[in-house]
């Protein structure tokens, strides 16, 4: 079946740090890609996505990677702000379905 | 504009028990679907709705059942509760089935507990 598995947190940095959240998955055919964001008392956004193998979803910042050869969409940034404190969701949709399929969530703390 | 919203935000219920959880859209979206997150775990898709109509079910028992109604909005009904159903409750909505942009737009939830 089809599955998301991302790095477990949580992860604490500090502030202007490299991040990398790392995210695979497995699927039949070829599914669209998702990294979506949940800020403290905030509902689901979508921060990033990616339809096919090799196309960059890139957003505040963020990127990610559609490879298929590895089935990895891991998540970058740069330098991370306090402001990215949140749980990051890495997810997948298979062609024609009605649902998306979510990892389990990585909880990220930067500190000042 | 505004966003998806969910009612109640909190609730306590008994086993046994019946819930019932609503929704509004995003005005002009015409599909919801509902995910289930457990503490500690990624959203688990239940179902999802167009135009009035089931498109997707998960993988949940018969207990659970939904609807949408005329003006796009949704329940999320719930019997017979048990404590594994005590979870945070999410609603989504898209502007049409989900099998375009793949975007959905989350509430902020309802947050069940089972005692």
């Known amino acids: 079946g089809n599955s998301v598995t991302q790095m477990e947190g949580p992860v604490t940095l500090s502030e202007e740090a490299f991040l990398t959240i790392n995210c695979t998955y497995t699927?039949?055919?070829?599914?669209?890609l998702f990294w979506y964001v949940q800020y403290p008392g905030e509902g689901l956004q979508l921060l990033l996505k990616?339809?096919?193998?090799?196309d960059k979803g890139s957003n505040k910042g963020f990127e990610a990677t559609y490879r298929k050869e590895t089935t990895s969409f891991h998540l970058e940034k740069g330098s991370v702000q306090v402001s990215d404190s949140a749980v990051y969701f890495c997810?997948?949709?298979?062609?024609?379905?009605?649902?998306?399929?979510f990892g389990q969530g990585t909880r990220l703390t930067i500190n000042p | 504009d505004a966003g998806v919203t969910q009612s109640p935000t909190h609730l306590i219920k008994t086993r046994g028990q019946h819930v019932t959880l609503r929704c509004s859209p995003i005005s002009g979206h015409k599909s919801v679907s509902w995910y289930q997150q457990v503490l500690g775990q990624g959203p688990q898709f239940i179902f999802q709705?167009?135009?009035?109509?089931?498109?997707g079910r998960g993988n949940f028992p018969d207990r659970f059942s939904a609807r949408q109604f005329p003006n796009y909005s949704s329940e999320l009904n719930v019997n017979a509760l048990l404590l594994g159903d005590s979870a945070l409750y999410l609603c989504?909505?898209?502007?049409?089935?989900?099998?375009?942009?793949?975007?959905?737009?989350f509430g902020e939830g309802s947050r069940l507990t089972v005692l």
């Open positions: 699927a039949t055919g070829y599914p669209s």
């Open positions: 997810a997948l949709r298979n062609q024609g379905a009605q649902k998306l399929v």
């Open positions: 989504a909505s898209s502007p049409g089935p989900i099998g375009g942009t793949g975007e959905l737009f």
């Open positions: 709705y167009y135009e009035k109509e089931e498109r």
């Open positions: 990616a339809t096919k193998a090799d």
